[in-house]
């Protein structure tokens, strides 16, 4: 069975950059569509990318555009969220998804994936 194993959360400081790793185990995410959404305490998870499984086509957060990219290295089995100029309130833990299936209607909607991984946690410091 497939499970999704997230890494590259760490402590950092307001204005570095960070990238996070999301590696399928026990299989490849060839096919998938893949997210990435993220969660503070007491609140509701939030989209922060995806990428289509048929497609490739790109999907982000409204406010989070132009500071994160998310990619596909389907060579090495993984995917990447790179994300640019952290502030404190980028603190959360970042969690991969997969949409099995390989179709987003929409791509925010936690509800069309499937499969989760554990999260990892940023924390930004000011």
């Known amino acids: 069975q497939v499970q999704l194993v997230e890494s590259g959360g760490r402590p950092v400081r307001a204005g570095d950059s960070l990238r996070l790793s999301c590696k399928p185990t026990g299989g490849t995410f060839s096919g998938y569509a893949m997210g990435w959404f993220r969660q503070v305490p007491g609140k509701v998870r939030e989209f922060v990318a995806a990428v289509s499984g048929i497609d490739d086509n790109i999907y982000y957060s409204d406010g989070l555009r132009g500071r994160v990219t998310i990619s596909k290295d389907a060579s090495n089995n993984v995917v990447y969220l790179q994300m640019n100029n952290l502030t404190p309130e980028d603190s959360a833990v970042y969690y991969c998804?997969?949409?099995?299936?390989?179709?987003?209607?929409?791509?925010?909607?936690?509800?069309?994936?499937?499969?989760w991984g554990q999260g990892t946690q940023v924390t930004v410091s000011s």
């Open positions: 998804a997969a949409a099995t299936g390989g179709i987003l209607m929409t791509g925010y909607l936690s509800e069309e994936y499937d499969l």
